[in-house]
Nanobody, 114 residues
Framework: QVQLVESGGGLVEPGGSLRLSCITS????????MGWYRQAPGKEREMVAT???????NYIDSVKGRFTISRDNAKSTFDLQMNNLKLEDTAVYYC????????WGKGTQVTVSS
């Protein structure tokens, strides 16, 4: 059974940082495509960052230079380091794995507010 569990969300002031983590189980982590998505109120879910098995990362333009995605194949985890957070980063963040099919975590709330 595939499971994805996110952690690390919370409330932060503009300019602050948060680190999200996703712990996976039940998949061959080394060959999966990992990613973080987010969904703000009233908006569609959007891709934030993805990372391939060979560590190639891709980011949505609005987070380039601020967010960094990483993965630890030995621990079957992947993270999203978010720096210089902005009000518009407020959303529920979901970790995602594509391993023959799509798998999603339940989401973690990130709120950027002064």
């Amino acid at each position: 059974q595939v499971q994805l569990v996110e952690s690390g969300g919370g409330l932060v002031e503009p300019g602050g940082s948060l680190r999200l983590s996703c712990i996976t189980s039940g998949i061959n982590f080394r060959i999966g495509l990992m990613g973080w998505y987010r969904q703000a109120p009233g908006k569609e879910r959007e891709m934030v960052a993805t990372i391939t098995s060979d560590m190639s990362a891709n980011y949505i333009d609005s987070v380039k230079g601020r967010f960094t995605i990483s993965r630890d194949n030995a621990k079957s985890t992947f993270d999203l380091q978010m720096n210089n957070l902005k009000l518009e980063d407020t959303a529920v963040y979901y970790c995602h794995v594509f391993y023959y099919m799509h798998y999603w975590g339940k989401g973690t709330q990130v709120t950027v507010s002064s």
